[in-house]
T-cell receptor, first 110, second 113 residues
Framework: DAGVTQSPTHLIKTRGQQVTLRCSPK?????VSWYQQALGQGPQFIFQ???????QRGNFPDRFSGHQFPNYSSELNVNALLLGDSALYLC?????????FGPGTRLTVL | SQELEQSPQSLIVQEGKNLTINCTSS?????LYWYKQKYGEGLIFLMM?????EEKSHEKITAKLDEKKQQSSLHITASQPSHAGIYLC?????????????FGQGTILTVHP
């Protein structure tokens, strides 16, 4: 079992650009959540997908959007990047009371 | 103040010493998760507590959720350098927020050989 996988590992973008991050959940997990972790902080919840629909959303602007595919994999899209979007983006997959995280994608916005 | 407070913020111990990290919530919890993170990497699941008074152990790490379900402690016995990292507690309030975790700031643990 590969666990939760994310791609790419690192990404460098400039302000105003758009970015897409990808996540494959752990086998058997049907729910995917995305978190943003700034340096020195705990992760902040962005949104959660279940059955291809956004089920919950944290306090993030509409520039952050997502998608879940029939195979439960998910994408996080961020438009009009700001310097403050630089962070580690973590994907977590879950079923029942287990929530496992992937290794993250480090996004740097210049 | 933070919804979920961890203490201490950082901890430096000598190898072989015991230590405790605390996590206090301002609200009653549905569930409490403990994770370990190496700098810049993903979170490693340690354990999840749900019932008041519940206690779980994995190797030398024990976590407990108090009866009122608003505080949890993580205890490491006979610490080793491999225990070093950032420990994060994550709260699940359940209900319409089920599965949405709110995290504390983390506790940075350093273990000197």
């Amino acid at each position: 079992d590969a666990g939760v996988t994310q791609s790419p590992t690192h990404l460098i973008k400039t302000r105003g650009q758009q970015v897409t991050l990808r996540c494959s959940p752990k086998s058997g997990h049907d729910t995917v959540s995305w978190y943003q972790q700034a340096l020195g902080q705990g992760p902040q919840f962005i949104f959660q997908y279940y059955e291809e629909e956004e089920r919950q959303r944290g306090n993030f602007p509409d520039r952050f959007s997502g998608h879940q595919f029939p195979n439960y994999s998910s994408e996080l899209n961020v438009n009009a990047l700001l310097l403050g979007d630089s962070a580690l983006y973590l994907c977590a997959s879950s079923v029942y009371n287990e929530q496992f995280f992937g290794p993250g994608t480090r996004l740097t916005v210049l | 103040s933070q919804e979920l407070e961890q203490s201490p913020q950082s901890l430096i111990v000598q190898e072989g010493k015991n230590l405790t990290i605390n996590c206090t919530s301002s609200k009653t919890l549905y569930g409490l998760y403990w994770y370990k993170q190496k700098y810049g990497e993903g979170l490693i699941f340690l354990m999840m507590l749900q019932k008041g008074g519940e206690e779980k152990s994995h190797e030398k790490i024990t976590a407990k959720l108090d009866e009122k379900k608003q505080q949890s402690s993580l205890h490491i016995t006979a610490s080793q350098p491999s225990h070093a990292g950032i420990y994060l507690c994550g709260a699940d309030k359940g209900g319409t927020s089920y599965g949405k975790l709110t995290f504390g700031q983390g506790t940075i643990l350093t273990v000197h050989p």
